[in-house]
T-cell receptor, first 112, second 114 residues
Framework: DSGVTQTPKHLITATGQRVTLRCSPR?????VYWYQQSLDQGLQFLIQ???????AKGNILERFSAQQFPDLHSELNLSSLELGDSALYFC???????????FGQGTRLTVV | AQSVTQLGSHVSVSEGALVLLRCNYS??????LFWYVQYPNQGLQLLLK??????LVKGINGFEAEFKKSETSFHLTKPSAHMSDAAEYFC????????????FGTGTRLQVTL
């Protein structure tokens, strides 16, 4: 158990819908990362928050957004969903940026 | 920009044989390097990391990796493969600082046969 909790584990939704993925980092970790894993794109970095502030942005679509709350949990919002958004979405946390990140079990999103 | 290249998307070894998974990195700053393992339907688990200091790094489950700056490599090895080692392995690189992210390679699927 990495200490990073992601909910839900599985999500099936229709095209055009909006979903929210939730992540609770390890106790004491200030940095939260979101990654997308798909067969064709591999593991892609989406966005990083550090102590409530956005710190780095990767290949995140404009339809996607995230935030980190004062209690350090984070949410990834995906809207206007398309079939191609079907993937595993991982959250990871670390004490500070650059050190090893601990990954949650992921949320498997299926868009139908 | 930082990147890693994993040579070989699939590697097959016999049980008891040497495991060698290759990773080369590119970084304009001193890199932090990592190997992660992913079992089916699981998240990523850290195997080992190199930040500074000793270039031979030992990790969990008998794996180790050697940082070779001259070759820009960080290959993962294990002397004797077990069936339980079958999984996907990812090499990753990051810099330091609060805005550093992990950049992953494309992964190598390790198959262990009897």
């Amino acid at each position: 158990d990495s200490g990073v909790t992601q909910t839900p584990k599985h999500l099936i939704t229709a095209t055009g819908q909006r979903v929210t993925l939730r992540c609770s980092p390890r106790s004491g970790d200030l940095s939260v990362y979101w990654y997308q894993q798909s067969l064709d794109q591999g593991l892609q970095f989406l966005i990083q928050y550090y102590n409530g502030e956005e710190r780095a942005k990767g290949n995140i679509l404009e339809r996607f957004s995230a935030q980190q709350f004062p209690d350090l949990h984070s949410e990834l919002n995906l809207s206007s969903l398309e079939l191609g958004d079907s993937a595993l979405y991982f959250c990871a946390s670390s004490v500070v940026g650059g050190l090893e990140a601990f990954f949650g079990q992921g949320t498997r999103l299926t868009v139908v | 920009a930082q990147s890693v290249t994993q040579l070989g998307s699939h590697v097959s070894v016999s049980e008891g044989a040497l495991v060698l998974l290759r990773c080369n990195y590119s970084s304009s700053v001193p890199p932090y390097l990592f190997w992660y393992v992913q079992y089916p339907n699981q998240g990523l688990q850290l195997l080992l990391k190199y930040t500074t200091g000793a270039t031979l790094v030992k990790g969990i489950n008998g794996f180790e990796a050697e940082f070779k700056k001259s070759e820009t490599s960080f290959h993962l090895t294990k002397p004797s493969a077990h069936m339980s080692d079958a999984a996907e392995y990812f090499c990753a690189v990051s810099g330091s600082g609060t805005a550093s992210k992990l950049t992953f390679g494309t992964g190598t699927r390790l198959q262990v046969t009897l």
